[in-house]
């Protein structure tokens, strides 16, 4: 079962994503900030990083660029979920690293599909 690392420091965002993802089957860990994401990986790495871009402590920019540039962490998948939604954004997110990006609010079901794509490349929806 996938484990899947969802960093953001919105109460509310965090408990829906965290029900939604538990209920599809995946594993889930939490952060509240960019510096608890990374320490939560140090304990267990996660398949996939749903990581808002504003956060206290470390951005989710920060927290990508520090992934990529880890040997141990490089194949992690990241999806960023952001309320800036601008093309600047979304560009600085891909070109750090990030293999997705998501403005919010977002359809449940995209997120699902999108993840699923990035965990399994050959994955089609039904």
Do not use: N
């Amino acid at each position: 079962m996938p484990l899947i690392l969802i960093a953001d420091d919105d109460p509310t965002v965090v408990i829906a994503l965290q029900h939604l993802l538990e209920h599809s089957g995946f594993r889930v860990l939490v952060a509240h900030d960019g510096q608890d994401a990374l320490e939560a990986m140090r304990g267990e790495v996660p398949d996939l990083i749903l990581l808002d871009v504003m956060m206290p402590r470390l951005s989710g920019y920060d927290v990508c660029e520090r992934v990529r540039a880890s040997p141990e962490w490089r194949h992690v998948r990241i999806l960023m979920l952001t309320a800036k939604g601008g093309v600047v954004e979304a560009r600085k997110g891909l070109a750090l690293g990030a293999d997705g990006y998501m403005t919010k609010p977002f359809s449940t079901h995209e997120l699902l599909a999108k993840i699923r794509r990035l965990l399994c490349p050959s994955y089609e929806p039904t």
